[in-house]
């Protein structure tokens, strides 16, 4: 096959939202947000800003380093940079694993961004409008039980995600994150917006910046690793795609810095968004998973406004599931553009019809296939934890060492401009402090 040209992003502003939106996504709305309930509020804040800094950064530069010098699909991009430098080939694995864990990941997360459409619907119909607990718990246990439903929502789902990447870097990725991203914001704004009309939302704020120190045990520290290794979309194959339609004149560090302040800032200003309604409901901030699609629709139910505002939040959560879910299937279809004959549509078809598939088993754990599969575990549980505590740990460790080690030290501090103190702090970090975070992330989520 001859080399392809390789598309490029047509500008630095182009991949900062495809990299924020990607990074952007459930994780942020949800996960964040309920990790924040369940772990004590700013004390779990402080400490994950603290871990994004010193773990995410120098992880989230490695993958677009690999991407960039590769300017291939990430387990190319891992064997040829291998081979120049004379290591192992085993470091392409580094690669597959990244581009595995994106199709494991996409499988269930389809599933779940169904259940944001069918929600999004329900808040027009006014489904959640003076139901109670019990009302809002059986939407959702009949929205789970109902496999046909399920099944409709996550192929509508996959069908907006495929439709998307198709088009093409600039057309299709580009083009959705240029309209989605600014909405998602808009939405959140306007959220935060009615959330200060509450009367509660000075409780809010508390809650997640004045810091209750007694709240702060091991727990809560690896619970903020965690979140943030996985709210940057690392170890996914993601990044180094991404990194891949990156040209040189882009400052890695620089926009890395720029990447995740804002996503940051969309997780924090979610929660100013969410919990202002939960307290003036007088509801739990530490619901769990629940948060989102139990707790909040009683809330949007029971309030002046709850059908409109419900409909803000449910497309706000479904932009940002689809800016994640259209980065996940990014580098399996690069890898299918660039190791077979297939066309760019083709080889979208292909993948998103394997992750469809998937995807059906994933989501009948939750009715007629609900009964472990491996290790105690039904599909939908396998595919999360498995992808969660193994490849993604792994991937992003992987990177950061073979660029922080193999790589050529003088070679690297030039591409990322960096020297002095500067580079003193990067080798630190990118060859000690990240990989020893990841790995106390990776044993203790086995054990």
Not at 78 to 93: I, K, T, V
Not at 129 to 145: E, H, K, N, R, Y
Not at 323 to 331: D, K, Y
Request: some cysteine; proline content about 3%; hydrophobic content about 55%.
């Amino acid at each position: 096959m001859s080399k392809l040209s390789h598309a490029q992003w047509s500008s630095k502003m182009a991949f900062i939202l495809a990299a924020t939106g990607s990074a952007v996504g459930l994780g942020n709305i949800w996960r964040f947000s309920y990790m924040v309930g369940d772990s004590g509020g700013a004390a779990f804040v402080l400490v994950y800003l603290i871990c994004v800094a010193v773990i995410g950064l120098p992880i989230l530069v490695a993958e677009w380093l690999i991407g960039r010098r590769g300017q291939k699909n990430p387990i190319n991009a891992m064997a040829e940079l291998a081979r120049e430098r004379g290591q192992p080939g085993a470091w392409m694995l580094v690669g597959f694993s990244g581009v595995l864990a994106a199709f494991l990941i996409l499988s269930f997360y389809s599933v779940i961004g169904g259940w944001s459409l069918s929600y999004t619907l329900s808040s027009v119909t006014g489904a959640f409008s003076g139901q109670d607990a019990d009302g809002i718990g059986a939407i959702f246990g009949g929205l789970l039980s109902n496999p046909g439903l399920l099944l409709l929502w996550h192929t509508a789902f996959m069908a907006l995600v495929v439709w998307i990447v198709a088009r093409g870097v600039t057309k299709g990725l580009e083009s959705a994150v240029r309209t989605l991203m600014p909405a998602l914001f808009i939405l959140l704004l306007l959220l935060v917006g009615y959330g200060m009309t509450t009367g509660h939302f000075g409780e809010a704020l508390a809650f997640m910046f004045s810091p209750d120190w007694s709240a702060l045990d091991g727990g809560v520290v690896l619970a903020a690793m965690g979140q943030a290794f996985f709210t940057l979309s690392l170890g996914m194959g993601i990044m180094m795609a991404y990194g891949s339609y990156l040209g040189e004149d882009v400052n890695l560090i620089g926009t890395a810095r720029t990447v995740i302040i804002l996503d940051t800032v969309v997780a924090l200003i979610a929660g100013m968004a969410i919990f202002p309604i939960v307290f003036a409901n007088g509801l739990s901030p530490g619901e769990g998973p629940g948060l989102i699609f139990v707790t909040l629709p009683l809330a949007f139910g029971n309030m002046g406004g709850g059908m409109i505002i419900g409909l803000m939040f449910f497309l706000l959560l479904t932009f940002a599931a689809l800016t994640s879910a259209i980065s996940l299937l990014e580098p399996v279809v690069e890898l299918m553009e660039e190791r077979t004959p297939l066309s760019r549509v083709a080889a979208t078809l292909v993948s998103a019809v394997a992750v469809w598939a998937l995807g059906i088993a994933a989501l009948l754990s939750f009715n007629v296939w609900d009964v472990p599969v491996l290790f105690g575990l039904n599909v939908f549980d396998l595919l999360d934890t498995f992808t969660s505590k193994i490849l993604l740990p792994l991937t992003g460790l992987g990177a950061v060492v073979f660029v922080a080690w193999c790589l050529d030290r003088t070679s690297v501090e030039k591409e990322l401009g960096i020297g002095g103190t500067a580079a003193t702090l990067w080798h630190a970090s990118a060859r000690f402090i990240a990989p020893v975070g990841v790995v106390i992330v990776f044993i203790t989520g086995l054990i």
